[in-house]
């Protein structure tokens, strides 16, 4: 199976080493796509963007500044959906495309039903939903403040942890690992801690 990945990716992979200054763009245009309403369906972004990642893990291109292109077209995405939703919402529901497959539209309302706000958080890291989840919370009229708060948190987030997961990982763990135990404990704690109360507090919001 991985080798089978490697030769799918390996073009790609060489045309960007080869053409370096063109991998921010590339990055942003992915994740654009990938968190466009309906079109992230066709776009096989894990892929291309775990290839263009090794060569962050690698040290050809730069983890940081790639995360950064990474997250705004993630963030303009899922802006540019839910703004398509508010105002298009019936004629986008109506399209052959969609009507074939109403089970997407029912996903994306029952994640709204069961976290939402939070959802379009959550929905980031959910493939299936990910098609959906920006469209619908502009159609079901989440507020624009949370909506956004929700969108560029996890735009940060998901951006750096498709592009190069085990890097990332490994540089916090050895952070922690470098730490005075009794501290490790500690900020270890009040990570998962920020993490479980900024969850809850999204989904009462929502």
Known sequence: MESLFQDAVAPFTRFIEAHAH?????VFAICFLE?????????PA?????????LATAGVLDLLTLSAWGAIGAGLGFWASYEGGKRYARQIEALPWLARRPELLAKGHGFFERWGAMAVFVGRFVGPARVVVPMMAGTMGVEGRRFHLANWASAVVWAPLLLAPTTIAA????????LPPELRTTVSLSIIV???LGLRALRRRG
């Open 171 to 178: 540089k916090l763990t050895a952070w922690l690992e470098s």
């Open 22 to 26: 063109w991998a921010g763009p590339v």
């Open 35 to 43: 968190s466009l309403a309906l079109v992230s369906a066709i776009i």
């Open 46 to 54: 894990t892929v291309l963007l775990i290839g263009i990642g090794s």
């Open 194 to 196: 920020a993490i479980v």
